[in-house]
């Protein structure tokens, strides 16, 4: 199969859409983008239509799919919860109050809607070492399904598969009896195109990098209500800081989706023995990226000063002006257990229409028996016809 072209398309015949990149000219950034382009199209991460896609301003996006559904049946709430393994994505200063070992994978029909072959799957384990603290280790893989490659006349070359895999290991431990502080550190790979293509005079190629967590999480002292029991939790976490990413032979980087995630929750018996017991909870996040109008971007540590502010960024049909609120993205949600058997599971989650417009509703489940454990979430978009609508997470897991 010739690899060196002048350019070539994607075609995304599910979704009847195409990313056709004998549009863009020999410039390193924009040819960048274009590759880029496909990941946050099939991702979905903005709210869209069918047909119009919004260009993000970070590279590699399926980082910040939430793995576990349990917080994804909460509205995506987990920053101040993190007492599974789960918290290694949520907050791995969670571990730092966890005991015991535990193993869970999640694995989901991805973009349903649009009936391709992309899907998501999150392998995840814990081990507590007595006196020491809880260790965790994940595997995080986004498949997104086989392209059809043609070049600029649209004769068919072929077709090639795309994904995106992720690894890594997180550390939680007590600093003391009420605060508990977290790190992880994980490689990223994103294959979006057969290595060695040349696209706009530039040879493509797997984009590489790795990433660090930083975390902390503080729970009360167990005080009673009423002689019920009730406890606070307040967390925080800064999640993939790291170098840029890049997918061609120039020197040019598209930064790391680097996620400044804080929260509370609140859980409550509703009677005296604890048969029945609530827990809400709240998540803020930013995207701590930032990147110019010309594509040039800020690197890690001076994007955590400089994305405190407002910028412009292109939304697939203009550029707008995002204000510092109009950039955090807001969860919320509730969760009921029954004797720690079986629980069910609602909440919502909301951005600003600048910011990708996702707003929905979540429902989930569990159902807990021995050593398993099963989850169930699903999301009900309040747009028509949105790519996330009816996704679906499954969640099984064992403690050991």
């Not at 599910?14 to 496909?38: E, F, G, W």
């Not at 530039?202 to 009730?230: M, P």
């Not at 606070?232 to 598209?254: E, M, T, V, W």
């Amino acid at each position: 199969m010739e690899r060196k072209l002048k350019a070539f398309s994607f075609q995304l015949s599910p979704i009847k859409s195409y990313i056709n990149l004998s549009l863009i000219k020999a410039h390193s950034k924009m040819t960048k983008r274009a590759l880029l382009l496909l990941a946050v199209f099939l991702f979905g991460m903005a709210g869209m239509q069918t047909t119009r896609a919004q260009v993000g301003i970070t590279a590699v996006p399926f980082l910040q799919i939430e793995p576990d559904s349990r917080g994804a049946g909460m509205g995506n709430t987990g920053v101040a919860i993190a007492d599974n393994a789960a918290a290694m994505f949520w907050n791995p200063a969670g571990f730092a109050f966890q005991s015991g070992n535990q193993v869970s994978i999640t694995h989901s029909k991805w973009l349903p809607n649009f009936d391709t072959d992309l899907f998501y799957d999150y392998l995840v384990g814990k081990y507590t070492v007595e006196g020491i603290g809880t260790f965790g280790g994940h595997l995080t893989y986004l498949n997104l399904g086989e392209q059809q490659r043609t070049d600029e006349a649209g004769n068919d070359l072929g077709t090639f598969t795309s994904y995106e895999l992720a690894g890594g290991f997180s550390y939680g431990f007590r600093a003391n009896e009420n605060l508990g502080l977290g790190a992880g550190l994980r490689f990223i790979y994103s294959k979006l195109v057969p290595s060695g293509t040349i696209v706009g005079g530039q040879e493509a190629q797997a984009g590489t990098s790795i990433a660090v967590d930083l975390s902390g999480l503080y729970q009360t002292d167990e005080f009673y209500i009423a002689n019920r029991a009730a406890r606070f939790r307040f967390g925080a976490n800064l999640s993939n800081l790291g170098p840029g990413i890049q997918y061609s032979d120039q020197a040019q980087k598209d930064p790391l989706p680097t996620l400044l995630r804080f929260g509370w929750s609140y859980s409550m018996d509703l009677d005296e023995e604890g048969y029945n017991r609530i827990t809400i909870a709240t998540d803020i996040s930013k995207i701590m990226a930032r990147s110019d109008t010309t594509g040039n971007s800020d690197g890690p540590l001076e994007a955590l000063v400089s994305s405190w502010d407002s910028y412009e960024r292109f939304n697939g049909q203009k550029m707008v002006e995002l204000s510092l609120i109009e950039q955090f993205m807001i969860g919320a949600g509730m969760e009921y257990w029954y004797n720690d058997l079986f629980a069910v599971r609602g909440g919502f989650y909301r951005e600003d229409p600048k910011n990708g417009d996702r707003q929905y509703i979540t429902l989930g489940a569990g159902l807990r028996y021995n050593m398993f454990g099963v989850d169930f979430s699903y999301i009900y978009t309040l747009e028509e016809d949105h790519p996330l609508a009816n996704t679906i997470r499954f969640s099984v897991l064992l403690n050991i």
